[in-house]
């Protein structure tokens, strides 16, 4: 398994747009043939589709491209959960719904969370979103996305 499977990876949304999942494995995608499972990305909310108890939908706009992203809500009443501690359950269920709120139209929001296809359409299924109050936040991360692809992905990849 390569190093960078299970760290978030710093992308820019056309790098994320443009990998592909694995043939070998649904739960992989490949970036220049390195296989990657997290992603982070930092961008403006621009779409926001709730339904209560069940999901939040919403797309980040970093000004390269749009990434899909769900927020799932439905940890109190999902199957998934039910061979969990209800204490551990609750908690999660409590973070979701905090992150939902945080989530409005227009804000800067750093999301990181695993690479999930759906219905052929790559997205992030959300683990954690904070939302950024530094201005600069975006550019760095654009910056940080650049220098990693050089000296990090890019050398993974030959």
Partial sequence: MDTLYNTHAKLLA???LSLTQS?????????KGIPLSRAETVGVVTSRDLKPDK????VVD??????????WLNQLKSPYFSRRNPCDVR???DLAANF??????????RVRGRMTAYRGALQITVSD???????NSEILHWLDCV????????????
């Avoid at 979103?129 to 201005?135: A, H, Q």
């Fill in 91 to 93: 908690i999660i269920a």
């Fill in 55 to 58: 999901f939040l939908k919403f």
């Fill in 147 to 158: 220098k990693l692809a050089r000296k990090c992905y890019d050398v993974a990849a030959q």
């Fill in 100 to 109: 939902a709120s945080e989530i409005k139209l227009g804000v800067v929001a």
């Fill in 62 to 71: 970093d000004g390269t491209g749009c990434i899909p992203c769900i927020l």
């Fill in 129 to 135: 979103v904070v939302v950024e109050r530094d201005p």
């Fill in 14 to 16: 056309f790098d994320f």
């Fill in 23 to 31: 043939p070998s494995d649904p739960t992989s995608f490949l970036r």
